[in-house]
């Protein structure tokens, strides 16, 4: 049988990247997908008829995931499209990179605001659902620089530190409704930006990593499928460390 059949999973900033990889991995174990994104490009279309190719229900949904509002209200339309929520996987995110002393602020809201309050934005209105259902799954895309912090990255170090203390706070407060949350820490992956390192610089960042590799976006979907599955029933407020042995 299917890990996730007749689940309904929600992964936020899906249409490209790890968040495409999370959920066509979901939807390779049977989960009904909706999915948000900025935007409805051809690249959002093309993720959603790739994940309906799966043989289950793929929506995709247009919609900031860092308005408060706007979160509501695509949750109420989800409910009303797919009738309950599983699984989140919260994976909007961005970068604005830079050292704190040049750090604008602008850099560092717009970072948190996205990373960060999205997340909370997206527990906020799911949470209520899954307690009335006893049970769900939360997963939070953290990162490496979130547990060991990194240089020019003060912002998203502090956001994806951010998405693991608010994981292991709902574990705490929502387990006697059935609820799990967990955070996942991806260290470098092979994304179509990083892919277009020089081959120097990708060959040092490799050079720090026992594996001797970056990871593919799937060996973070296969972790986040466990994390939504039942073969996790009773792993939760965890971070789990995807980085070949990094850190």
């Known amino acids: 049988m299917e890990l996730l059949s007749g689940k309904t999973a929600l992964i936020t900033g899906a249409a490209r990247g790890i968040g495409k990889s999370i959920a066509l991995r979901l939807a390779s174990e049977g989960a009904d997908i909706a999915f948000t994104d900025l935007v409805e490009d ?3 279309k093309n993720t959603q008829r790739e994940i309906s190719e799966c043989g289950v229900t793929c ?5 900031d995931a860092s308005d408060f509002e706007q979160t509501h209200e695509v949750i109420t339309q989800i409910l009303k499209d797919f009738g309950h929520i599983d699984v989140l996987v919260n994976n909007a995110g ?18 948190l605001t996205v990373n960060l309050k999205s997340a909370f934005n997206f527990c906020h209105a799911v949470v209520p659902v899954m307690a009335r259902q006893r049970s769900g ?3 939070n895309i953290s990162s490496i620089v979130g547990v060991a912090g990194n240089a020019g990255q003060c912002n998203y170090s502090a956001s994806k530190a951010g998405m693991i203390a608010l994981a292991q706070s709902i574990a705490k407060e929502m387990g006697s409704r ?3 949350a967990n955070a996942v820490a991806p260290g470098f992956v092979m994304t179509e930006m990083t892919g277009q390192l020089p081959e120097d610089v990708l060959k040092s960042w490799c050079d720090r990593i026992p594996l001797r590799r970056g990871a593919e976006p799937d060996e973070i979907a296969k972790v986040v499928l466990f994390l939504a599955s039942d073969l996790s029933s009773y792993v939760s407020g965890q971070v789990i460390r995807i980085d070949g042995g990094m850190s």
């Open 42 to 44: 051809e690249t959002f």
């Open 94 to 111: 961005i970068t604005r990179d830079g050292l704190l002393m040049r750090m604008s602020e602008q850099q560092w809201d717009s970072v």
């Open 137 to 139: 799954s939360i997963i």
């Open 178 to 180: 059935n609820i799990r």
């Open 59 to 63: 929506r995709g949904y247009v919609s």
